[in-house]
């Protein structure tokens, strides 16, 4: 019984130490995306959070930093320009995000069908989206011109304006042209998310339905609708998540301009570090549009759960 009984820690940890050098490769291979997601995503998220209790600024930037706590945040919330960033980026995104969606859901079904020539046209839909926003912003610039632009050009020629106007340059359009370029660009993203989930829908579904004497638009908000809702969702929150933290078309196009009309949560934390250089600051701004689309995330997730449960 005695040498039994020793003997048994010993296969154990034997089986334990041979199960080890058998996934070690396993583990290996997962180390370099795991020191990725560390230094790269991890790190910087939670420096970032640290910073933004902390009075930095380009004074004290490699010095002791003092530590502020919640100070950064009641500065913020009582200034005038961050109330303004939050109340565009709040129009923005929704404007966006519904043009998008209900245009992006059309075209895909629109190319959903058969038709000549159906992949080269899907194709030259998907060029919005492949192009650089650099290259994007300064062209609708250029449209936009009150000059040269071709926007106002055509506008007076079929006489919706009797003049040209400065659509980047007042108050009251330039937050309407820069939500009008964005709608350009996510439109082939939401296209083409939505069509992948419309030609993966089961087609004797359909049958079934048109056998029972289901119309098209009976099958389209009965059939269609609920069995596409889970990518619906998944492009509603991608989509509210890429156009909340807007940053690259405000800077080329307008700068935050004229007088704070697109002034934006990210562009507004960019401001607040690289030309005011107050780090703290501009830390927890970052913080607040981290917090706000962790928000948006764990309700996409409470949502899917309830689903699934059901």
Not at 174 to 201: E, K, R, V
Not at 247 to 262: E, K, Q, R, S, V
């Amino acid at each position: 019984m005695d040498i039994n009984v020793s003997k048994k820690p010993k296969a154990i940890s034997f089986s334990k130490t041979a199960l080890i050098k058998k996934n070690m490769p396993k583990y290996l291979f997962m180390i370099p995306a795991f020191l990725f997601v560390v230094i790269f995503m991890l790190y910087p998220i939670f420096y970032n959070i640290f910073v933004s209790f902390q009075d930095v600024t380009i004074m004290n930037l490699n010095g002791e930093k003092p530590f502020v706590g919640f100070q950064n945040y009641a500065q913020i919330f009582q200034d005038e320009r961050f109330h303004v960033a939050l109340k565009n980026t709040t129009i923005y995104t929704i404007s966006c995000i519904v043009f998008q969606l209900s245009i992006g859901f059309l075209l895909a079904l629109f190319f959903n069908q058969q038709f000549p020539f159906r992949n080269f046209f899907r194709s030259i839909m998907l060029l919005a989206w492949m192009t650089p926003l650099v290259i994007t912003g300064t062209l609708f610039k250029w449209l936009y011109d009150v000059d040269y632009g071709v926007i106002n050009y055509l506008l007076v020629q079929i006489g919706v304006l009797s003049e040209p106007i400065n659509w980047l340059g007042q108050e009251s359009t330039a937050l309407l042209a820069i939500i009008i370029t964005n709608i350009w660009i996510g439109i082939p993203f939401n296209m083409i998310l939505l069509l992948s989930a419309l030609q993966a829908l089961p087609h004797d579904v359909y049958e079934a339905a048109r056998i029972d004497g289901a119309s098209r638009l009976q099958s389209f908000y009965k059939i269609t609708i609920p069995l596409m809702r889970p990518a619906i969702l998944v492009v509603l929150v991608l989509g509210i998540i890429y156009t909340f933290k807007v940053f690259d078309i405000i800077l080329i196009m307008t700068g935050g301009g004229p007088i704070n009309a697109t002034q934006v949560l990210p562009f507004f934390g960019y401001e607040l570090a690289f030309v005011n250089f107050k780090f703290g600051l501009s830390g927890a701004v970052a913080t607040i549009i981290l917090v706000i689309l962790t928000c948006v995330s764990l309700v996409y997730l409470f949502i899917t759960r309830k689903e699934d449960a059901m």
